[in-house]
């Protein structure tokens, strides 16, 4: 049979999904309309980008991953994807913002206690990039909005490996770390301590404590008034992600997980640095997804909280939370890949990277030795 728009799309079912509760109830809403295509329209959305990470996780699940095949490839084109979708879902605020306060507050009450909390698929996405229960602001809430089952999901994705677990494990078998003795902590990592200790200000030199810590120690990092904390939130000032800044962000007292191992830490560093060899280039743009992916859900976090104060001003929400106040701790707290970004303090002028030798020059350049 010959193959229907209509049929193939579903749109049976999918344009008779949208029943206003103001309808129900007799007090028509006109924006109401608009409220519910918009989610569905996000959920979509969330849904497609469920499918792309999915298939990336496969990916990177198959031991070993072969760095130079297409099916590297396939996964940072795919993980761009999905960056590009979420840019998107960031300018599609502009559409919801065409509803004015009073225009919500004509159906507003009536949604009670329904609210984006429950979007399951938006906290398994978390969850699955790798996102830990224990990290996650305002757990009370998690529990107690969501649906047993909705949980069970997000627990799933939880107990699962999340994809910055699969990252650290293709980190730790990059291949040109294989001979130690050629080019393992010795000597290379001692030369480059070296120039990036000479490279540090005066103000800075602190740095080389965490850079040990980072790229030479598995401990979680322990940090005081003195350390920069490296994945909890900064309590103020400088950047949450530790984008472009020397001295990393705000000092935290505590102990903070670490998602990185320092091998991973090092072939990443390592990736960032050398990322000019060819070999280097398809490891430099997975890297660079995943920090492109954390930005856009991070303006898609700020979008969203922005555009809540304006609608509701700083009254709860309607599943329960503190509303805006709320939203602004999951946004400076949910960097994912925050670990990630650090790393960019540690970087050196190309000028002063130590030689590499010839060997591995050989090695990332596809030019036997
Ligand atoms: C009038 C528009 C909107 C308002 C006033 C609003 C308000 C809120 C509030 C106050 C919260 C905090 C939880 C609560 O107490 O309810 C929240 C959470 C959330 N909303 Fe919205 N929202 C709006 C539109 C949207 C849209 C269009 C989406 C798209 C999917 C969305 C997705 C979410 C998600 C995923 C959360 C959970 C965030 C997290 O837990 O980190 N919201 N919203």
Redesign the pocket.
Known sequence: MAVNYHDYLQLEKILSAQQTESDKLQTPAHDEML?II??QA??LWFKQIHYELDSIIATMNKSPLNDNSPELQTAVHRLNRMATIMRVLVHQ?DI?ET?TPMD?LDFRDMLRPA???Q?WQ??ELEAKLGLKFEERHGKE?YTAQLRPDHINVIKNAENSESLFELVNNWLERMPFFDDETAFGAEPFWQQYRKAYDNSLAEAEKNNLQLFDSIFFNDEPVITTAAQPDVSAAPTGGGCPMGYGSGTPATPQQGVTMKHLSAKASRAALFIMLYRGYPLLQQPFQLLTGLLEMDVQLSSW?YR?MN??HR??GTR??????T??D??KG?ADK?YIFREVAQLNSFLIERRRLPALPQSVEAKLGFVHA
């Open positions: 409220f918009i989610h996000y959920e605020f919801m509803m919500f609210s984006g909390f979007s938006f906290k809430y976090r969203h555009m809540v609608i509701i709860i929400g309607t599943g329960g939370s509303g805006k709320y939203l999951a949910h």
